[in-house]
């Protein structure tokens, strides 16, 4: 990214370098966005970096740790210095927390909501204002169906999780409010989609869940991408506060 690019519209994509983060940021960079990914894994920022610009898509990579308030403002701060604003953020950045409540330590508790509610928060915060200035932008949370179905008691995400996903879904409809109607703001609840996190555990599995599912095979992070490349791109946008589920129909976990 360099020059004279501000022709150019550009999204934000935290937890980018691998899975839905990634088949997101595939996507955006399909329909000409350039892109911002975040991350905490270094190596694999790079390579994911590495694999736009040989695709021609211009990439940047930040580390960086979406529970971090500061760093958040520091890297939108950073890229508002060269654009005029930034198009469209993907709230994205996740892990799993299998733990039940009567296995789970505080800090385990207060990480979870920290990396997702409040990564959430850092990153609308740090970017929603360059989107009000300019009078557009498209906000996009990835949750999950458990944050209607509750967390799977044998998966990888129980309540915490759950919680922490239906937390977002409330700041969805919240911010679609505060910031219309400049900016929209909508989620997507990805069912089982195999990725480098879900992947032993959706094997090990795998016939049990597909025979659950109307589509009748497991998710893939394009199937997410596609979505979120619709939201961020769809003209006329007559689309705020939803919570789009998309899980190929899993009637039963
Ligand atoms: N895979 C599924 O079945 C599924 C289902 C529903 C929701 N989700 C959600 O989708 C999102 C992506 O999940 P995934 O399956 O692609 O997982 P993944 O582990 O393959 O990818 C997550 C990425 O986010 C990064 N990340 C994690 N914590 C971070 C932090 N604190 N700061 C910055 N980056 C961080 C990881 O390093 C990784 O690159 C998560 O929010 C997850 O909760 C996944």
Redesign the pocket.
Known sequence: MGGNEDHRPIAVV??????????CAEALGRRGFDLVL????ED??AATVEGFARGGVAARGFI????DHHRAQEVAGEVLERRAAIDVLVN?????MPKGLLEIEEHEWDRTID??MK?CFNWCRAVAPSMLARGAGRIIN?????ANSGGVTSAV?KFA?AGA?AGILGMTRSLAKELGPWVSVNAI??????????ASM?EARAAEFIGSICLGRL?T?AD?GEVAAFLATVEPNYISGQAITVDGFQWAT
């Open positions: 935290t937890g980018a370098a691998r899975g839905i983060g990634k088949g975040v991350d905490v894994l694999e920022l960086a740790d979406v529970a994205n950045a996740g892990t799993p990396v997702h990564g990835i949750s999950s169906v458990s995400s999780y996903k609840c990805p069912g089982a989609i195999k990725t480098e996190i879900t959706l998710g992070p997410i």
